[in-house]
T-cell receptor, first 115, second 110 residues
């Protein structure tokens, strides 16, 4: 079984540019999550999709961030326009069912650097 | 106050010793507790989860939960150099969202 796939693995962009991150969850996983780790801080929740619907987007920092999950398969996270503080590692994760006492599988992340 | 607190370390233990990693959380409504291991530049990998008070053992790993003290720990027996990594504590309340601590870096030296 293929794991959670994210690309690009690294992205360096200038402030004000647009970047789109992509996540392909494990096949058949209805739940997809985005998290972010800013340097020196803990990993923080951004949002949760169930199939194509946004279940919880309470962690999205502002309206420069737009997440989509067309057809309930892969997801994209677009940052437009990027700011310096958006630099960090963006993780995607997926799970088959939503259960309180189970964790989920993370991708290897996209390291975003805004200069 | 952070919701999930961990000592950043590094925690250095000799090979073969027991490594004890600790985590406290602030919200008494937390229901599920997780330990992830993260090697440098890699994705977090789930090691253990626990949701009832007491101990839960899986191979060399034991998770301990004390809800009254709002404390969860991870013991690694017979530590190996390959266990050297950052260990992340995470909790869930009544949603599917994980709340992470900053992690404890463990170094196991030969």
């Amino acid at each position: 079984e293929a794991g959670v796939t994210q690309f690009p693995s690294h992205s360096v962009i200038e402030k004000g540019q647009t970047v789109t991150l992509r996540c392909d969850p494990i096949s058949g996983h209805d739940n997809l999550y985005w998290y972010r780790r800013v340097m020196g801080k803990e990993i923080k929740f951004l949002l949760h999709f169930v199939k194509e619907s946004k279940q919880d987007e309470s962690g999205m920092p502002n309206n420069r961030f737009l997440a989509e999950r067309t057809g309930g398969t892969y997801s994209t996270l677009k940052v437009q326009p990027a700011e310096l503080e958006d630099s960090g590692v963006y993780f995607c994760a997926s799970s088959q069912v939503s259960r309180d006492n189970y964790g989920y599988t993370f991708g290897s992340g996209t390291r975003l650097t805004v200069v | 106050q952070k919701e999930v607190e961990q000592n950043s370390g590094p925690l250095s233990v000799p090979e073969g010793a027991i490594a004890s990693l600790n985590c406290t959380y602030s919200d008494r409504g937390s229901q599920s507790f997780f330990w992830y291991r993260q090697y440098s530049g890699k994705s977090p990998e789930l090691i253990m989860f626990i949701y009832s008070n007491g101990d839960k053992e899986d191979g060399r790993f034991t998770a301990q939960l004390n809800k009254a003290s709002q404390y969860v720990s991870l013991l690694i027996r017979d530590s190996q150099p390959s266990d050297s990594a950052t260990y992340l504590c995470a909790v869930k309340r009544n949603t599917d969202k994980l709340i992470f601590g900053t992690g404890t870096r463990l170094q196991v030296f030969p």
